[in-house]
Antibody
Framework: EVQLVESGGGLIQPGGSLRLSCAAS????????MSWVRQAPGKGLEWVSV???????NYRDSVRGRFTISRDNSRNTVYLQMNSLRVEDTAVYYC???????WGQGTLVTVSS | DVVMTQSPLSLPVTLGQPASISCRSS???????????LSWFQQRPGQSPRRLIY???NRDSGVPDRFSGSGSGTDFTLKISRVEAEDVGVYYC?????????FGQGTRLEIK
């Protein structure tokens, strides 16, 4: 059974850093594109970043240079390192398997002073 | 970026009645291989999104057949033939033909 379990969210001050983790089971993360999608409180869905099966990465413009997506094949886990966090990064962050058929339960990141 | 525009944004429906949601893209979603990467998601209150439809009209496993998707190019529709109480939530269209991936604003379905 495919499962995605996110962790690492929390309350952080503006300018701080957090690392989100997405532990996968039931498939191999290195065989799929894996994305992070976020949802600000009461708002819609916004794609953030992807790591391709070949290891390449892509980001939305507003996080490029601040966020880094990576994976650890031995742990079957995908990460999102978030630096220089801003208030507008506050959201629930979901880990998603391409072809968009499995989503994690989400982890809440709150950026506030 | 490709802009995805959904309408209506709020959809009150009587139980047992049909419902329809429109999604329009700012450019064609036909990929170079001929496929159209347009999906529909349902997000029930307090839950993660769940994919209902992929590549315009393919229903996911376990999705009731009262849900159907149609359309082509830049104009797409999600239809529910007879709304049930469990259908309450927000529905999103999403394109992944072009980077960055973009979503519609969401349509909130409620029972009248």
């Amino acid at each position: 059974e495919v499962q995605l379990v996110e962790s690492g969210g929390g309350l952080i001050q503006p300018g701080g850093s957090l690392r989100l983790s997405c532990a996968a089971s039931g498939f191999t993360v290195s065989s799929k594109y894996m994305s992070w999608v976020r949802q600000a409180p009461g708002k819609g869905l916004e794609w953030v970043s992807v790591i391709y099966s070949g290891g390449g990465t892509n980001y939305r413009d507003s996080v490029r240079g601040r966020f880094t997506i990576s994976r650890d094949n031995s742990r079957n886990t995908v990460y999102l390192q978030m630096n220089s966090l801003r208030v507008e990064d506050t959201a629930v962050y979901y880990c998603v398997r391409d072809p968009w058929d499995y989503w994690g339960q989400g982890t809440l990141v709150t950026v506030s002073s | 970026d490709v802009v995805m525009t959904q309408s209506p944004l709020s959809l009150p429906v009587t139980l047992g009645q049909p419902a329809s949601i429109s999604c329009r893209s700012s450019q064609s979603l036909v990929y170079s291989n001929g496929n159209t990467y347009l999906s529909w998601f349902q997000q029930r209150p307090g839950q993660s999104p769940r994919r209902l439809i992929y590549q315009v009209s393919n229903r996911d496993s376990g999705v009731p057949d009262r849900f159907s998707g149609s359309g082509s190019g830049t104009d797409f529709t999600l239809k529910i033939s007879r709304v049930e109480a469990e259908d309450v939530g927000v529905y999103y269209c999403m394109q992944h033909t072009h980077w960055p991936i973009t979503f519609g604003q969401g349509t909130r379905l409620e029972i009248k």
